[in-house]
């Protein structure tokens, strides 16, 4: 193993067990495809093609069960776009998206780039824990001459 690779496999280790997550294998193999490439916002469906063209064996479920333990250890952020699309994010802090409706990719947008206000009274006992904005995008139709 070259240096560069033990010292990512070392933060990878280290990522999963600050999270308390063990290391095996599966896990280690997602995590580097997943924070190896800097921010990103991915479904389980990309990342299980990305999983099988880097030659890792797992089946769909491994991957579906291995996103939502890094989301509940607060690793990744879950964004419901619609009740087909569900994206992960590897960027936890407070901010919000671009959907592009044709192509399914997600930007951010920061926090200061969208503003709120006028929200409604939560119910009794309840509190607001965020608010999460996706603003759809697409390319205008082209006109015909």
Do not use: W
């Amino acid at each position: 193993m070259n240096t560069d690779a033990a010292r990512t496999d070392d933060y990878l280790r280290d990522l999963l067990a600050q999270a308390g997550l063990r290391a095996t294998r599966q896990r280690l193999g997602l995590a580097e495809l997943i924070f190896g490439h800097g921010e990103r916002h991915l479904t389980a469906e990309g990342l299980y093609a990305e999983a099988a063209k880097a030659g890792l064996r797992l089946s769909q479920t491994t991957v579906y069960n291995t996103l939502h333990q890094f989301t509940d250890a607060g690793l990744l952020r879950e964004i419901l776009a619609d009740p087909r699309r569900i994206y992960f994010d590897t960027n936890v802090d407070p901010h919000h998206h671009f959907l592009d409706e044709e192509t399914g990719d997600m930007e951010d947008i920061p926090t200061d780039g969208v503003a709120v206000s006028a929200l409604p009274t939560p119910p009794p006992g309840k509190t607001i824990e965020g608010v999460d904005v996706i603003v759809r995008v697409r390319r205008p139709a082209q006109r015909r001459c």
